[in-house]
């Protein structure tokens, strides 16, 4: 069984996206001939909603230097606002950030030797055959890539996201010298976007490093119901509402900040309100930006249509995203590479999914594909609305061709894509072994 040390300012047993991803791989790695060793801060201490899962302990070794300020800041996220305290810890949180900018104390810096020498305390106790970093916290790879050349091994470069900035259509790279650097000592590296694999590629970043698109993946126990026998029928129901008089009600499981604009939607809601198209529900859950807030609750129709919730568990999470009529996905319009975790890990569910996003997104291949719903312009409230109307036309349909497409769907279950990771670890290290 061959072992890889992977160093991530997101690990799992946090409730991030990346903690995530890597939670619902590791247990089945070692089918594929590999075991992944996570490196990480404690989400006791860095992670707001810890998310445990099966064989955290043999799986993850966590670093307790995360600063005090981070320390006070996760505490106070778990307080309700306002209360006391919320409030006491926000005020330590304060204390602590401005002792630690007078003592030149920088967070990541802190994490990120924490990091370091908790991977080296393990690779003293347990033998690996290769050592990996993920981005897009780029300072992880070269700690990681440091962390290779102590230990004698090779090293694999994970690219969840780019480093860089993104702009509709176009990427420019952040310190492409040191990426450049970084990719060409790299015995692999593995990107969650074939347009991002593509765009390192063009720009020379990669140069002959071997490379492979690897996608997100669904937790095969997080089975779907079966649809009840009077919900839709084929595409003869696009001018019969699968449910007439019940509401249209849409899930969106994840925080939505400014970079993924929501205004479109909510023009598209009062559209919907004004040509009495019946009912209308769009559950938001956890983190939704200010202005977007202030939008609804300025307008008393949208906050009878749109409701926000406090973040939910990933058991609630599937409840909410089975018992809906649609699964809500935003990209933003910067990110057209981004394929989002929230579309796989609700996959093997029956519920139809409306994503709007930007135009050249891969996701939209895969969406319609699968037949899985509906993809559509985020910057365009038209498209939207259309894509509502749709959705209340075809949603039996949707959920009768997602019966028609398992095997399909069954190539993203957490098996099959942690053979495939096993896989490219095997193909890396056999063109470029240990140096």
Not at 175 to 200: D, I, K, N
Not at 259 to 271: F, K, M, Q, T, Y
Not at 349 to 376: F, M, R, S
């Amino acid at each position: 069984m061959a072992r890889a040390l992977v160093l991530s300012l997101q690990p799992p047993g946090g409730g991030g996206v990346q903690a995530r991803r890597y939670a619902k791989l590791l247990p089945h790695l070692p089918a594929a001939g590999w075991e992944f060793h996570v490196i990480g801060p404690d989400p006791r201490l860095d992670a707001v909603t810890p998310e445990p899962f099966p064989e955290q302990e043999r799986f993850c070794h966590y670093s307790r230097q995360v600063s005090r300020s981070q320390r006070c800041a996760i505490r106070r996220n778990r307080r309700r606002r306002g209360s006391p305290l919320h409030l006491w810890f926000g005020l330590r949180q304060l204390v602590h950030r401005r002792l630690e900018q007078l003592g030149r104390h920088d967070p990541q810096t802190h994490a990120l030797e924490g990091l370091r020498a908790t991977a080296l305390e393990t690779a003293a106790r347990l033998p690996f055959d290769a050592v990996a970093g993920i981005c897009p916290d780029f300072r992880v790879l070269e700690v990681a890539l440091e962390v290779a050349g102590q230990l004698g091994k090779p090293f694999i470069a994970i690219y969840d996201d780019p480093f860089g900035h993104r702009e509709k259509g176009r990427f420019h790279p952040a310190h492409p010298e040191r990426q450049r650097a970084v990719l060409a000592a790299a015995a692999g590296a593995v990107f969650a976007s074939p347009l991002t694999l593509e765009r390192y590629r063009e720009q020379g970043l990669l140069g002959d490093t071997p490379a492979r698109f690897l996608p997100d993946c669904f937790d095969p126990g997080e089975a779907s119901a079966v649809p009840p026998a009077g919900v839709g029928g084929g595409p003869a129901d696009r001018e019969t509402p699968a449910r007439p008089l019940a509401p249209l009600t849409l899930f969106h499981p994840g925080n939505l900040g400014p970079w993924r604009p929501i205004e479109p939607l909510l023009e598209a809601v009062r559209r919907w309100r004004a040509e009495a198209h019946g009912g209308l529900r769009i559950l938001l859950y956890g983190y939704l930006y200010e202005a977007a807030r202030a939008a609804i609750r300025s307008d008393p129709l949208l906050r009878q249509d749109v409701t926000l919730h406090a973040p939910v568990s990933n058991e609630r999470s599937h409840q909410l995203a089975e018992a809906a009529d649609g699964l809500l996905v935003l990209i933003g319009p910067r990110h057209t590479d981004n394929l989002p975790s929230k579309f796989f890990e609700y996959l093997p569910h029956g519920t139809p999914v409306l994503v709007a996003g930007p135009a050249g997104n891969p996701l939209q291949a895969i969406v319609e594909g699968l037949e899985k719903g509906i993809y559509c312009d985020i910057e365009s409230s038209a498209a939207i609305f259309d894509a509502l109307v749709a959705l209340r036309e075809r949603g039996g349909w949707f959920r009768e061709r997602h019966r028609h497409h398992r095997d399909a769907i069954a190539a993203y279950a957490a098996p099959a894509v942690a053979g495939a990771w096993g896989a490219a670890f095997d193909d890396f290290l056999a063109i470029r072994p240990a140096p």
